[in-house]
């Protein structure tokens, strides 16, 4: 992953808040389109990975609420 393109993206983030949380069972995401963009570009900054690569969105930090975990599945 590019770390320099994660953290302008994660940058990004601090700007248009997400707020992830859970309600009946399941998560819902809330976001602005500038966040679900930056968002977007996380996403597929991980499908370009290796296995080992993840990235946190954290309380306060990226997003309003909880934190929420990416990590690539294999």
Same mark, same amino acid.
């Given at each position: &992953?590019?770390?320099?393109? *994660?953290? &302008? /993206?994660?940058?990004?983030?601090? !700007? %248009?808040? &997400?707020?992830? %949380? #859970?309600? %009946? ?5 809330? *976001?602005? +389109? *500038?966040?679900? =963009?930056? @968002? /977007? !570009?996380?996403?597929?900054? $991980? ?7 993840? @990235?946190?969105?954290? +309380? /306060?930090?990226?997003?309003?609420? &909880?934190? $929420? =975990?990416? =990590? #690539? *599945?294999?």
């Amino acid at each position: &992953m590019n770390y320099d393109l *994660a953290m &302008m /993206a994660l940058e990004g983030l601090t !700007r %248009s808040h &997400m707020n992830v %949380s #859970v309600q %009946s069972g399941e998560v819902v995401v809330e *976001a602005t +389109p *500038a966040a679900y =963009k930056e @968002f /977007a !570009r996380l996403c597929l900054l $991980l499908g370009g990975g290796s296995e080992e690569e993840g @990235f946190e969105l954290q +309380p /306060a930090v990226h997003v309003d609420g &909880m934190g $929420l =975990k990416l =990590k #690539v *599945a294999r």
